[in-house]
């Protein structure tokens, strides 16, 4: 014959409710919850790191670009004005500033093709 104080499922719990290790227990419980959320924490701020290190990579990417079609079109300018003052400064030429200016027009012209 079967009693209730002999099923298992009927018997109450061998820690009373307020005891040392239920407590124990359920401060364990927490500090897994605040470890799981700094965790969490963590791994959110290092894809936010390596989110805005790529971004900067890319940044510095465009600015090296940038920076080599600024120098190409300094030295570019740089020769033109050399060639205008030779020109300018050779008395056996005729060239008058209007030729000087159309040359430049052109000049101008093809180089900015160059850059679209």
Not at 9 to 37: E, F, L, W, Y
Not at 66 to 80: F, K, P, V, W
């Amino acid at each position: 014959m079967r009693t209730f104080s002999n099923d298992p499922n009927s018997k109450r719990s061998q820690t009373p409710h307020g005891s040392v290790a239920m407590m124990s227990r359920g401060i364990d419980q927490n500090a897994q919850a605040q470890d799981c959320s700094k965790l969490i924490q963590l791994e959110d701020a290092v894809w936010k790191y390596k989110h805005a290190n790529h971004q900067l990579q890319a940044n510095i990417q465009v600015l090296n670009l940038q920076q080599t079609a600024s120098d190409t079109i300094c030295r570019h300018l740089e020769s033109q004005i050399q060639e205008l003052l030779d020109e300018l400064n050779n008395p056996c030429r005729s060239m008058t500033i209007k030729d000087l200016k159309i040359r430049l027009n052109l000049e101008n012209k093809r180089f900015q093709e160059l850059f679209r």
